[in-house]
């Protein structure tokens, strides 16, 4: 009887529901396809991003098909290791608004005419239906009017968003860029591996340089302390021609040792010094492009179909919840009701219960 009773409450309580339903099916199905077309439009009129990916990877001496052996200046670049070697800094200074900002701040032939990359950006950047760009368009100042600084900075914050970079398993790097428009994300992915090429140049330059300079002070300074001790024994030798004395051939002994030993440690300076001024003069490509930009680009857009379908059932799944909250609020607390206040009643039938089955 008892479950009987139960079950005919659970029929009248879904009765409830669905007699709210009903009620409010048309405004449910008018809720979820006014989202479903909403949503669909939204995917029809965003914008299609076309993904540019070049390959490339350090132009190094003893470079192999599968993969990176650093140089010599790796060391002074980053370190051993993937991440500490050329490619890992490559992608460093891809990422750094050094080269970005460097790119949006350059000019380029876009659509016939010289332009500021910047303001190309701007003109080509998607003219999105979202209340923000809305808003920015009636109250906000055109991005086209901004300073210079500010286009540039903005610029270059967009195109570290858009861009994706990754060492591949065989040691070549991958650098991925977005845009919208098909020749300027070809223009933009071709000038950041220019920059790339240019920035890492001067900064093994650089380095290199600093390396040069360094083993010409200490071969200067080795040539200085080897001219004095040259010169110390000579003085002995004048002051010394009516015999030597026992005191005085210990200090001929370390002077002659100190020689041999500056001049050995000249020798290998001056070869150092050689190596890394032949290293500084050399001009050899600092990046080689295994993959360039081409189209066809993969593209990216959102799918008309699957927003529509998506926005129809969150909707329709939403406007069911809203309408009928009031019941399913009810039962909510009831359930916690029963699961939290237990009855005196049903405490003393579970212990009699208990002391039966012992």
């Not at 007699?19 to 077309?37: D, E, H, N, P, S």
């Not at 009129?45 to 003893?62: L, M, N, R």
């Not at 876009?110 to 190309?120: C, E, P, W």
């Not at 140049?201 to 080795?222: G, W």
């Amino acid at each position: 009887m008892f479950e009987q009773q139960q079950l005919e409450l659970i029929l009248n309580r879904l009765r409830e529901y669905g007699q709210i339903l009903r009620k409010k099916r048309w405004l449910i199905i008018a809720g979820g396809l006014a989202i479903g077309v909403f949503l669909g439009f939204f995917a029809y009129t965003s914008a299609v991003y076309f993904k540019a990916i070049t390959i490339f990877h350090p132009e190094t001496s003893g470079q192999q098909a599968a993969g990176l052996r650093a140089n010599p200046l790796s060391f002074i670049l980053g370190g051993s290791g993937k991440e500490g070697s050329e490619a890992g800094f490559m992608i460093g200074i891809l990422k750094s608004r050094n080269i970005t900002e460097s790119v949006a701040g350059d000019t380029i032939d876009f659509h016939g005419s010289r332009k500021l990359v910047a303001d190309a950006v701007f003109e080509a950047f998607p003219k999105s239906i979202s209340p923000v760009a809305i808003y920015q368009r009636l109250f906000m100042k055109s991005p086209l009017l901004l300073p210079l600084d500010k286009k540039v900075t903005n610029v270059g914050l967009y195109m570290r968003e858009k861009m994706f970079i990754e060492t591949t398993e065989e040691g070549f790097i991958q650098f991925e860029f977005s845009f919208v428009d098909e020749e300027l994300v070809k223009l933009l992915s071709e000038k950041c591996m220019a920059k790339l090429d240019e920035y890492y140049r001067n900064q093994k330059t650089e380095k290199a340089r600093q390396n040069y300079l360094f083993f010409e002070y200490r071969t200067d300074s080795v040539k200085k302390e080897l001219d004095k001790a040259n010169r110390a024994v000579a003085r002995f030798y004048d002051e010394s021609k009516f015999g030597i004395k026992a005191s005085s051939e210990v200090f001929l002994r370390d002077q002659e040792a100190k020689i041999q030993l500056l001049t050995e440690l000249y020798v290998e300076l001056e070869i150092s010094k050689e190596q890394a001024k032949a290293q500084y003069q050399k001009d050899t490509p600092v990046i080689q492009i295994l993959d360039f930009p081409n189209p066809p680009y993969e593209k990216e857009e959102r799918s008309v179909p699957l927003f529509a379908i998506l926005g129809f059932l969150i909707a329709t799944i939403l406007l069911v919840i809203f309408f009928t909250r009031r019941l399913w609020m009810e039962d909510l607390g009831a359930v916690i009701q029963a699961q939290l206040i237990k009855s005196p009643q049903d405490q003393t039938e579970k212990e009699s219960t208990e002391e039966s089955e012992d």
